[in-house]
């Protein structure tokens, strides 16, 4: 079965440092793959998604990800993280299943905290 | 963007009574809507995938009795709790595919917070 490990749980960071949180699945088809944030309070937000062509990714806010296929990995980063980034972060894979649709599988979440 | 509306926010009800939660694509059609459920501190974990006009597709382990999941048109599921324990006391959230499938992904509701007395 499909499945998405996160392996920070929870990271605490100071102000302008980086972040890179990892992400890694298991399946061997084509995958769609995306990066949520879901601040305090408030519902899900697409950061970033990659469904194809260059592996590097742009998303909101300054986030960027790396797709590497070979690895089955697609790590967040950000140069510089501020005080607002404090959130939680998913990762998520769509890939195509019988049955003729699609579902997103998350990982079980990193929660950030950026400290002044 | 793709905009899904959820309702209500929170709801409170006493044990054994229903509660029906709404998901509503604004400005586009979903034939294909989400349910999710998350307990605190914990991810999102698919309960069902509501398809309209048809029976809805459950993931293991959910009862579908208990759950049950109606999408009557291309802008509305509607997943009711029947017969709600305390132990059914989380937060549900639905979402919607796109109509590209490519463009915004997947969009989200702003969640239902539910608690069984």
């Known amino acids: 079965a499909q499945s998405v490990s996160q392996h920070n749980h929870h990271v605490i960071l100071s102000e302008a440092a980086s972040l890179e949180l990892g992400c890694n699945y298991s399946?061997?088809?084509?995958?769609?793959l995306f990066w949520y944030v879901q601040y305090p309070g408030q519902h899900l937000q697409l950061l970033l998604k990659?469904?194809?062509?260059?592996?590097l990714v742009k998303g909101i806010k300054g986030f960027e990800a790396e797709f590497i296929k070979s690895k089955f990995s697609f790590n967040l980063r950000k140069p510089s993280v501020q005080w607002s980034d404090t959130a939680e972060y998913f990762c998520?894979?769509?890939?195509?299943?019988?049955?003729?649709?699609?579902?997103?599988?998350f990982g079980a979440g990193t929660r950030l905290a950026v400290h002044p | 963007g793709a905009v899904v509306s959820q309702h209500p926010s929170w709801v409170i009800c006493k044990s054994g009574t229903s509660v029906k939660i709404e998901c509503r694509s604004l400005d586009f059609q979903a034939t294909t809507m989400f349910w999710y459920r998350q307990f605190p501190k914990q991810s999102l974990m698919l309960m069902a995938t509501?398809?309209?006009?048809?029976?809805?597709?459950?993931e293991q382990g959910v009862e579908k009795d208990k759950f049950l999941i109606n999408h009557a048109s291309l802008t509305l599921s509607t997943l009711t709790v029947t017969s709600a324990h305390p132990e059914d006391s989380s937060f549900y959230i639905c979402s919607a595919r796109d109509p590209s499938g490519l463009l915004f992904g997947y969009t989200f509701g702003s969640g239902t917070r539910l608690t069984v007395v």
């Open positions: 509501s398809n309209e006009g048809s029976k809805a597709t459950y």
């Open positions: 399946y061997g088809g084509t995958v769609n």
């Open positions: 998520a894979v769509n890939a195509p299943l019988s049955g003729g649709y699609n579902k997103l599988i």
């Open positions: 990659y469904f194809s062509g260059d592996p």
